[in-house]
């Protein structure tokens, strides 16, 4: 990398972990009891182009590439990761799509404002009957004249309730099975799109999911993001790199989890002495660190293999499973060293370890993750 891109890069890491210190950290317990965000945190996100991060210069946003998109999330990673999420899902698997896979008249017309963070950005596959068996998606789209006419359900669409862009996955053609299924780009206000009730989460709050509902919605044909019956390699693509900004900020609350833990140990007497003297304390601690770093050094790898070029299927999937899995393991133990306090909501570490809980579900659980790594490495070798 280029010495004046490593330069700009720790840049905005620095900006990065201010506004995470000193802005996002003391909304955070607001955050988690309102289980919204405050409006001028979206506004500071704005103004710092967090929204447009991996969005291309010449549609007005940063244009970071896949190691610089990491470098960023993992610090935001630090904080609350309900209000990250608004970000990550429309800088991630809300945008990649139109990025990367959209005709130049769609990225024209909808990359300005999304790069902005005036246009809020969602990604819908998943409904109830294909969640991870994502073929079977029971939401139709049927051509008329120049229209696409889509009809059904998505559930759990993360920004459901505040998008304004949509990337819809739909089958228009079921009996093509993976291959006849189409991405759409679905703006909020077309005829049709209905917004369904907001799901209420065990943790990461203030980041919104709902059930986004199509009833003939109309799709002007232009709106086919790449080409039709491309839609799953679409799907898997958006994904892939989604779960590589997943793993970073996972890797991100991991750090942070340690800091406190190794903090919160020096300072909490036991038996007469500090618990961090204790070589059980010592040896969580060591293995919280280990395993954490051996999670950056897997998610990074897969982004530098975005940023060469080359697939990452197979190493996103490694990168996301196993930093997700990390996340829980080092959560637990954050609660662990925290005795009781780590129970109490008084310590961030109780919100971590809820929030640490949905990362080895969503954008494909660990099971799917090991399915998709397994499958890589049989037909490998
Ligand atoms: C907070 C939240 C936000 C989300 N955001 C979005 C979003 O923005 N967009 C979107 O499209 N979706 C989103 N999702 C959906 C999410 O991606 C799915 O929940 C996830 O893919 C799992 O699907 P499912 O819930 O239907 O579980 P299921 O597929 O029903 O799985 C249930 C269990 O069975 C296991 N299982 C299933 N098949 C197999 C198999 N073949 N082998 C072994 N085990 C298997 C799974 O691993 C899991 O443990 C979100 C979900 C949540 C909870």
Same mark, same amino acid.
């Given at each position: 990398?280029?010495?004046?891109?490593?330069?700009?890069?720790?840049?905005?890491?620095?900006?990065?972990?201010?506004?995470?210190?000193?802005?996002?950290?003391?909304?955070?317990?607001?955050?988690?009891?309102?289980?919204?965000?405050?409006?001028?945190?979206?506004?500071?996100?704005?103004?710092?182009?967090?929204?447009?991060?991996?969005?291309?210069?010449?549609?007005?946003?940063?244009?970071?590439?896949?190691?610089?998109?990491?470098?960023?999330?993992?610090?935001?990673?630090?904080?609350?990761?309900?209000?990250?999420?608004?970000?990550?899902?429309?800088?991630?698997?809300?945008?990649?799509?139109?990025?990367?896979?959209?005709?130049?008249?769609?990225?024209?017309?909808?990359?300005?404002?999304?790069?902005?963070?005036?246009?809020?950005?969602?990604?819908?596959?998943?409904?109830?009957? @294909?969640?991870?068996?994502?073929?079977?998606?029971?939401?139709? !789209?049927?051509? &008329?004249?120049?229209? *696409?006419? /889509?009809?059904? =359900?998505?559930?759990?669409?993360?920004?459901?309730?505040?998008?304004?862009?949509?990337?819809?996955?739909?089958?228009?053609?079921?009996?093509?099975?993976?291959?006849?299924?189409?991405?759409?780009?679905?703006?909020?206000?077309?005829?049709?799109?209905?917004?369904?009730?907001?799901?209420?989460?065990?943790?990461?709050?203030?980041?919104?999911?709902?059930?986004?509902?199509?009833?003939?919605?109309?799709?002007?044909?232009?709106?086919?993001?790449?080409?039709?019956?491309?839609?799953?390699?679409?799907?898997?693509?958006?994904?892939?790199?989604?779960?590589?900004?997943?793993?970073?900020?996972?890797?991100?609350?991991?750090?942070?989890?340690?800091?406190?833990?190794?903090?919160? @140990?020096?300072?909490?007497?036991?038996?007469?002495?500090?618990? !961090?003297?204790? &070589?059980?304390?010592? *040896?969580? /601690?060591?293995? =919280?660190?280990?395993?954490?770093?051996?999670?950056?050094?897997?998610?990074?790898?897969?982004?530098?293999?975005?940023?060469?070029?080359?697939?990452?299927?197979?190493?996103?999937?490694?990168?996301?499973?196993?930093?997700?899995?990390?996340?829980?393991?080092?959560?637990?133990?954050?609660?662990?060293?925290?005795?009781?306090?780590?129970?109490?909501?008084?310590?961030?570490?109780?919100?971590?370890?809820?929030?640490?809980?949905?990362?080895?579900?969503?954008?494909?659980?660990?099971?799917?993750?090991?399915?998709?790594?397994?499958?890589?490495?049989?037909?490998?070798?």
């Amino acid at each position: 990398m280029p010495a004046t891109m490593v330069n700009e890069l720790d840049q905005m890491k620095t900006m990065i972990r201010n506004f995470v210190e000193n802005e996002i950290d003391p909304c955070a317990q607001q955050i988690e009891d309102e289980d919204t965000i405050p409006q001028h945190l979206v506004k500071k996100a704005k103004e710092l182009g967090l929204f447009g991060m991996s969005i291309p210069e010449e549609y007005g946003g940063i244009g970071l590439n896949a190691v610089g998109k990491a470098i960023v999330l993992e610090q935001l990673g630090r904080t609350h990761n309900g209000y990250v999420s608004l970000i990550s899902a429309h800088t991630g698997i809300g945008s990649t799509g139109l990025v990367k896979l959209a005709s130049e008249t769609l990225k024209q017309k909808y990359l300005p404002d999304m790069a902005a963070g005036n246009k809020i950005a969602a990604f819908a596959l998943s409904e109830p009957g @294909a969640g991870s068996d994502a073929t079977n998606l029971s939401t139709k !789209a049927v051509k &008329q004249g120049d229209k *696409w006419i /889509l009809n059904g =359900m998505k559930h759990f669409i993360t920004n459901g309730p505040v998008a304004d862009i949509f990337t819809v996955i739909a089958s228009n053609d079921k009996s093509k099975g993976a291959k006849g299924i189409t991405a759409f780009l679905v703006e909020k206000d077309f005829p049709g799109l209905i917004v369904g009730k907001r799901d209420k989460k065990m943790g990461l709050k203030g980041s919104y999911t709902c059930q986004i509902l199509f009833e003939d919605c109309e799709v002007p044909e232009e709106n086919v993001i790449g080409e039709v019956g491309m839609g799953y390699v679409s799907a898997l693509k958006i994904l892939g790199e989604g779960r590589i900004g997943l793993a970073a900020r996972a890797v991100g609350s991991c750090e942070k989890l340690i800091e406190m833990s190794a903090s919160y @140990a020096k300072e909490r007497v036991q038996f007469g002495k500090p618990i !961090a003297s204790n &070589q059980a304390i010592q *040896w969580m /601690l060591a293995d =919280m660190a280990t395993e954490t770093e051996a999670a950056r050094t897997l998610m990074m790898k897969a982004a530098e293999m975005i940023d060469e070029g080359k697939k990452v299927i197979k190493e996103a999937s490694m990168a996301k499973l196993f930093a997700s899995e990390v996340f829980n393991r080092v959560a637990d133990k954050a609660v662990q060293i925290h005795g009781g306090m780590g129970y109490v909501s008084d310590y961030p570490v109780e919100r971590f370890y809820r929030d640490a809980r949905i990362t080895k579900i969503y954008e494909g659980t660990s099971e799917i993750q090991r399915m998709i790594i397994s499958r890589h490495i049989l037909a490998e070798n």
